[in-house]
């Protein structure tokens, strides 16, 4: 089965830098990536997804990068703000259920 | 529009009584799906249901652990004589569809089970 490893597992950066998360996969079929961001006590939210078919995606601060050949992804949130202190998970699929990272506990520092 | 709901919020059980947890998808998903977070780790896939049916179940622990959706819409997980290690946040995510082309999951706020 799929293999999700996520790097760091605690981020702490200054209010207006920029963050960056990184994940491995192992499964080739995989051709889904989303990503979640989760606060304490709530469902993980959807907040960034990319398929196998690009290899950038952005939407305002947040972007996510795919190297298929290398089978890794990444996060990038730019301009941070204290709003986006949370823990994050990248996840992997080509079908039914994802498969998680261990999440990365991203940390704002005023 | 409304999102995925979960009943209860929080459940706290004795060890060896029955458990069903209630998930309300987004209307118009036919796809749904469960998953379990233990504290500090990413959700663990459950199970997959397309419709009424059960398409994947694979991540399903053991027997103790079942989940229906008669209708296609409302599920509940059961759990069968808990154990204290069944204690975790119960996650419940639906879609648009499911199968060869992925669609985005959403997930509701989760019920916390405890078992005491």
């Known amino acids: 089965g799929e293999n999700v490893e996520q790097h760091p597992s605690t981020l702490s950066v200054q209010e207006g830098d920029s963050a960056v998360i990184k994940c491995t996969y192992s499964?080739?079929?995989?051709?889904?990536f989303p990503w979640y961001k989760q606060e304490l006590g709530k469902g993980p939210q959807l907040i960034i997804d990319i398929r196998s078919n690009v290899g950038e995606k952005k939407d305002q601060r947040i972007a996510v990068t795919l190297n298929k050949t290398a089978k890794h992804f990444s996060l990038h949130i730019t301009e941070t703000q204290p709003e986006d202190s949370a823990v994050y998970f990248c996840a992997a699929t080509y079908a039914d259920g994802l498969t998680f990272g261990k999440g990365t506990h991203l940390i704002i520092q005023p | 529009g409304a999102g995925v709901s979960q009943t209860p919020s929080n459940k706290v059980t004795e060890k060896g009584k029955y458990v069903e947890l209630r998930c309300d998808p987004i209307s118009g998903h036919t796809a749904l799906y469960w998953y379990r977070q233990s504290l500090g780790q990413g959700p663990e896939f459950l199970i997959y249901?397309?419709?009424?049916?059960?398409?994947?179940d694979s991540g399903l622990p053991n027997d103790r652990f079942f989940a229906v959706r008669p209708e296609g819409s409302v599920s509940t997980l059961k759990i069968q004589r808990t154990e204290r290690g069944d204690s975790a946040v119960y996650l419940c995510?639906?879609?648009?569809?499911?199968?060869?082309?992925?669609?985005?999951?959403?997930f509701g706020p989760g019920t916390r089970l405890t078992v005491t």
């Open positions: 995510a639906s879609s648009l569809s499911g199968g060869e082309f992925v669609y985005e999951q959403y």
């Open positions: 499964d080739s079929a995989s051709n889904y």
């Open positions: 249901f397309q419709g009424t049916g059960a398409a994947d």
